[in-house]
Each structure stands twice: as C-alpha cells, then as structure tokens.
C-alpha cells in the first residue's frame, strides 16, 4: 500500500515540476513520495526504477511541456497590426478598455490598428499580444502601407545597423489617473516612431499627456451619458 501511495505522490510531483516556476514545490511533494516508496515492501530494483526515471525524464519532458503551451499560446493569442498615418513620426499611444473605442477591423486572422494624425488609439480591449507577433505600416501619401522595422525584435545586426531606417520601438506600459470626481483608473501602451538615431530621444510630452487626459474625460462622459 505504501509502494502504491508514494507513486501516486511522485506522479503529482512530476507533472507539476513540469511547469518550471512550480519546480521548488514538487520537489518536496517528490521527495514525500519517494519516503513513501521506500517504506514499502517491494524489490530494491522496483524502488530504484522508481527514483532515478522521474529524475532522468523530467527535463525532456519539462521541454515537451514548455514547447508545446508556447506554441498554443502562439496561436491562439491575438496578432496586431498597428497602421500610423502618412508621414506620422513621434510617439504613439494605445488607451485600452475604452468603451467609446471605434471597432477594430480583423483581416487574415489580424487585427488592424488604424491611428488617427494625433496618434491616440483607443482600443475596445486589453492588449494581449506577444511583441513578437506585431507588425507595423505607415502609410504612404497614396494610402499604400510600408512596414516598419520593429527595432526591438531586429531580426539581424545590420537591421540594426541601417540608423537612418524608419522603424517602432515599444517603450512601455503605463497607467493614468483622472477624478471625475470619482477616480478612474486607465492603461495605456507607448510606441515611439522615428528614424533610429532619433527614436532614443523621442518621449511622450506633457502636451500629449494632456490631450490623453482630454479625450479619455470625453469618453467617460459619453459613457455617463448613454448609461
């Protein structure tokens, strides 16, 4: 009975340590069945098979594990495509969870970012996207889209290299409060656009932080109005 108990306790404590960041809490549930399994009654070569394969297993089944939740997640998380207008250079921003937010248009299993001249997008929902998944486009002065360099994922070091390349770079995500009078509490992302020499020392100015503010009072209103 003890034999059976400390595997059953082993199997737990394997497929949790799959997940690598439960690691330190199979390691005592393992250790728990192993004391379990050599209290028992059966062959030492049984009780031996029993402690070393879990051990010999764990990291290529760890990898299986790892790779194969990646690659759902890959597929099923969503994918951007953000579209700066013509000529658009400076910071852009993404407001998220606005209710006033125009609907975004999904093509290709992709969906489409569209910013206005001011580049001040509010998106109906939060940002679920892996930074790798994004492309970016400007458009052109005929409307055509020309990709952009994502400057953080440069795929080589002479992308890299080429400084006088228009491309995007993700700065960071931050988080904005209004009292109206109650307080509300908004997310929004930061993307910088420009030539790379000049993206290091694009910011967000005060002046735009302002207009944020502006717009996302407006949208609160509206929704007061409409409720």
Partial sequence: MK???GIIV???SF????NPFLIFYAIPVFVFGLLWLWLGGKHL???IAWTILPIL?????????VESYLS?????RPKYDFIFPANFIGTAVIVEDMTC???SKEQNGRIRLEFPENGILFYSARMESSYMDNKYYRKDSIGNLIELIDFHWAASENEKSEHKRLGVDHCYNAVGNL???DRYIYTYSVLTVGLRDDIDSIILTQEKTKDIEALVKICISDKTKNA
């Avoid at 497929?15 to 799959?18: E, G």
């Avoid at 297993?57 to 594990?65: A, E, H, K, Q, S």
């Avoid at 759902?72 to 099923?76: D, H, K, L, N, V």
């Fill in 10 to 12: 082993i199997g737990i």
């Fill in 3 to 5: 034999n059976k108990i």
């Fill in 57 to 65: 297993l764990w990291y290529p089944c760890m990898n299986i594990f």
């Fill in 45 to 47: 070569l049984y009780k």
């Fill in 15 to 18: 497929l949790i340590s799959l």
């Fill in 101 to 103: 937010a125009k609907e």
């Fill in 72 to 76: 759902i997640q890959e597929r099923t």
């Fill in 179 to 181: 009292y109206l009078p």
